[in-house]
């Protein structure tokens, strides 16, 4: 199935992406968000927010969710700040 991963921020210069900060994988059916995730070249220490198709996804949640064709997971930078 094909998965678009969208990069955004300082996340973009982790991996090779279009200018978009678009990124298309193959994966096996019915693979779950963390599998996206190990495949990207992110900093184990980066902090971010994972959404799939518009919905946020809790940490907890990443082993669980399963993708389809067509999904769209994005990587968005949490802001930090004091």
């Known amino acids: ?16 992406a279009d ?3 678009t990124l298309h994988l193959d994966l096996p059916e019915a693979s779950p968000v963390q599998d996206v995730i190990g495949r990207l ?17 809790a940490p907890v949640d990443l082993p669980l969710r399963v993708l389809k064709d067509g999904d769209t997971v994005s990587l968005v930078p949490a802001i930090k700040g004091g």
Do not use: C, E
Request: aromatic share 2%; charged share 15%.
């Open 1 to 16: 199935m094909k998965v678009q991963v969208k990069l955004l921020g300082a996340l973009r210069h982790h991996a090779t």
């Open 19 to 21: 200018a978009a900060g």
């Open 41 to 57: 070249p992110v900093p184990a220490n980066a902090s971010y927010i994972v959404v799939v198709n518009g919905d946020r996804i």
